[in-house]
């Protein structure tokens, strides 16, 4: 039964980026529509002002529908802002079968069981991404029904966010006459753009590097072992050159992306960089070493912030296939050296294994890979629910 | 006129903004330079006094955009080649829209980013649809404001209801033309008091400085008066103007730029009386930059244009002597600040100022890490 083509919409911070995709027979998607627009009135991934948001999402939106040819009526969502978290939880059950065989049943009540977890009145539930089992001690269980045991216990990651800023994001889309499918966490959708089966089952984690947020998403022990996002991104960085060396944010922008580097080398030696005059101001240069150090602060401060949440999780020992970084910020130079020098692991910047008419000529296509994940999570999701099935064969994922 | 007149360049974008332009060089006469982008070829034989140049012509063959903006938005996109040279020598520019259509409100964001990639300050004068023209065309100008908020180093939005308020009952043709007289004459005034030497006067440079500290929407109004008591009745018109919006108010406004502009017979007391009632008006801590045109062409009466600012940001010092020059790549086209309850607060470069911290352990985490650690940075 084929899928009808699927339209991701993100949101971001400073960018509003819509994709249509269209789903083959083998669920390989090609990107036939591509609208990129500079967001406004979006602050650390949750919106501020619903018209200037309003406005990116109107040429992101019709910029895709034009390129596509396709009218686009509905969206999948991304969720960045609102302080995404994840907390694992746990739930155990006797086994009622006399003979002690596990039986579907026996499934069903610990996954009831094991989503009865109290969460804030201001935040909403994204995902239940279902872990191993346990079965009498024995981890690591995939399928318990028909194995033998007393004890049957479940872990669960639960994703949340502020309810607020989720509710919020919805809102634009709406106003836009758009129906909403649903709310995708966006650290998820990296990892499933970039992520290979192999990389899921050695242990690696997907850091999406935002202009207002960086978010996590890892595998660990063949589960997803951690997610979450801090409202700290790309902007951070540009505020940061900004106010340290006295220049306007659009400048500091510029020189970010036209010399930014994440590390701080000897080989800059004296060398200095010559800012734009603005007419009316005298002329400004200053240390390429500066600059990069101030860079280099914030990333590594942002890098280990997320470290310290993934050794919480009890990941980082088990992530044989290292980090891959996603969104913006993967395209800073040195990114991956940093990593390095931070998580210890092997580090590469991840592209989106996906190709398409909309998407040639793109230098890269590293800051679309949420906006992919998501084509892929539609995609997804209408296969499992065209085939009367849970989310089951890629996460173990249920909502 | 000086040699600074070929610095300042007026641009039309799309058919209105083209008409404006073309209006503002009508009046103003010989010494204006002035350049139009549009889709339809037709508008180039529509207007005068400036040449007007094609976008996106491979790609629309020289027809108009039907209103879509995302159509003009591309065609801009497509014209890189065409819109550079035009606009790479100025040194501050005056960017006129009608916004609603499709060039105007697709294309003028673009046109502004090229102008900022180029280091020129950018004053931009948007125009909304007059309420008849409908509520989806009123929609969509309105919704494309904030992007120009962010690419224009200031703006200035004005309503054509706004602009043209003397009488309903008016055929619709002459209700367009009479506002656009009436805003290319505005934008006429504004060329003379930056152009024309005068007893104070605070040319281009001044006023392309005063763009690029501004942060944001300014307010545009012209008056004029004869006779007796005139310059207190110019005063009191341009504090009234409805340019200035459906209820005028200045008590917000952080700098304002006035031109008088009169004849030889303009007294001394006529010029205190004017810049002391504004003054009036004004917070106390508004900079207040006067310049003033004596021309014979206003002989008998005084008229009065003004640019009110509502944020600026202060000067930056000046850095260090370089020891060696390390040259930038050109800039790239800029991003958009984030706006809304984030902008940036007057005086201030700190985007996060004002706003809901990131806080992890007790620290805020929006101060410049940088700061926080205590790095000494070697300037």
């Known amino acids: 039964m084929s899928i009808p ?86 739930a155990s059950v006797q086994v009622l079968a006399r003979n002690r065989i596990v039986s579907r049943d026996d499934v069903d009540e610990v996954t009831e069981r094991v989503k009865e977890y109290p969460i804030a009145d201001d935040r909403i539930l994204l995902h239940t991404i ?66 290979t089966q192999d990389q899921k ?52 922008e510029e020189i970010k992306i036209s010399n930014g580097r994440a590390t701080i080398s000897a080989d800059t030696g004296l060398k200095r960089l010559q800012i734009p005059n603005e007419y009316g101001k005298g002329d400004q240069s200053i240390s390429l070493k500066a600059m990069h150090t101030v860079i280099n602060a914030r990333m590594a401060e942002t890098l280990r912030i997320v470290r310290a949440r993934l050794a919480e999780a009890d990941v980082l020992p088990r992530l044989g296939a290292g980090i891959v970084f996603t969104g913006g910020g993967a395209e800073m130079e040195d990114i991956c050296e940093l990593g390095r020098s931070i998580f210890g692991v092997p580090c590469s910047v991840g592209v989106p294994l996906i190709s398409g008419p909309a998407l040639e000529g793109m230098r890269s296509l590293a800051p679309l890979a949420t906006a992919i994940g998501l084509l892929k999570y539609g995609a997804l999701a209408q296969r499992e629910t065209s085939a009367k099935g849970f989310f089951g064969r890629i996460f173990s994922h249920e909502r | ?79 890189a080649e065409i819109i550079a040279p035009a606009i790479s020598s100025a040194r501050m520019a005056v960017v006129v829209t009608a916004l609603g259509g499709g060039v105007g409100t697709g294309a003028t964001p673009v046109i502004l980013s090229a102008l900022r990639s180029h280091g020129v300050p950018t004053l931009c004068v948007a125009t909304l649809p007059f309420e008849f023209e409908g509520r989806e065309r009123t929609a969509a100008a309105t919704r494309a404001l904030p992007v120009l908020e962010e690419t224009a180093d200031a703006l200035v939005a004005l309503r054509l209801d706004d602009l043209y308020r003397d009488g309903a009952d008016v055929p619709v043709s002459e209700a367009m033309v009479a506002a656009e007289e009436r805003l290319g004459d505005a934008i006429s005034l504004l060329w003379s008091i930056v152009l024309s030497p005068g ?12 763009l690029s500290q501004s942060s944001g929407r300014c307010r545009f109004a012209v008056a004029s008066a004869e006779g007796d008591g005139r310059a207190t009745e110019a005063v009191g018109l341009l504090c009234r103007s409805s340019m200035l919006g459906a209820s005028p108010s200045l008590e917000g406004v952080q700098a304002v730029l006035l031109g008088v502009l009169a004849g030889g017979d303009l007294r001394l007391k006529e010029l205190s009386d004017i810049s002391g009632r504004l003054r009036s008006a004004l917070p106390q801590e508004c900079s207040f930059n006067l310049s003033t045109v004596l021309d014979e062409r206003y002989a008998g009466t005084v008229r009065l244009i003004a ?29 958009r600040r984030s706006r809304g309850d984030g902008r940036l607060a007057p005086g201030e470069r700190d985007r996060f100022q004002g706003t809901e911290g990131t806080f992890l352990d007790g620290e805020n985490l929006d101060i410049p890490t940088y700061q926080r650690l205590r790095i000494r940075l070697d300037r």
């Open chain 1, 5 to 90: 083509p699927i339209a991701a919409l993100e949101i971001g911070t400073t960018t509003t980026v819509c994709l249509v995709g269209e789903v083959g027979p083998s669920d390989q998607i090609r990107i036939v529509g591509k609208g990129v627009y500079p967001s406004t009135g979006v602050h650390k991934g949750q919106v501020v002002d619903m018209q200037h948001a309003r406005s990116g999402v109107e040429m992101a939106v019709k910029q895709a529908s034009e390129e596509s040819q396709i009218d686009i009526g509905r969206v999948i969502m991304a969720v960045n802002g609102g302080g995404v978290e994840a907390v694992r939880n746990q």
């Open chain 1, 130 to 195: 279902s872990q191993n089992f346990t079965l009498d001690g024995q981890g690591g269980i995939v399928k318990p029904v028909g194995l033998q045991g007393a004890q049957l216990v479940l872990g669960m990651l639960l994703v949340h966010a502020k309810r607020g800023p989720v509710e919020n994001l919805r809102a634009v889309a709406v106003s836009e006459e758009l129906d909403v499918d649903d709310m995708v966490f966006g650290g998820l959708c990296s990892a499933l753009a970039v992520l």
């Open chain 1, 201 to 252: 089952r050695s242990g690696a984690a997907v850091i999406d590097l935002g202009g207002g947020t960086t978010s996590y998403f890892a595998y660990a022990g063949n589960v997803v072992a951690a997610a979450g996002s801090i409202a700290v991104g790309g902007e951070h960085v540009t505020n940061d050159l900004s106010l340290a060396f006295n220049i306007p944010q659009t400048r500091a």
């Open chain 2, 1 to 79: 006129m000086n040699d600074e007149t070929a610095d300042i360049l007026l641009v039309g974008v799309g058919g209105g903004g083209c008409h404006f332009a073309s209006a503002a060089a009508r009046r103003f006469g010989p010494g204006i330079r002035a350049v139009g982008f549009d889709t339809d070829a037709a508008t180039s034989r529509m207007v005068s006094g400036m040449r007007c140049l094609l976008l996106g012509a491979s790609r629309l063959d020289g027809q108009g955009t039907g209103g879509d903006a995302v159509k003009g938005h591309a065609a801009a996109d497509d014209s």
């Open chain 2, 199 to 210: 007893y104070i006067s605070l040319g281009p440079a001044f006023l392309a400085s005063l």
């Open chain 2, 307 to 335: 640019l009110f600012f509502d944020s600026i940001r202060p000067e930056a010092p000046s850095a260090a002597e370089s020891i060696d020059e390390f040259k930038a790549p050109a800039p790239h086209k800029s991003r």
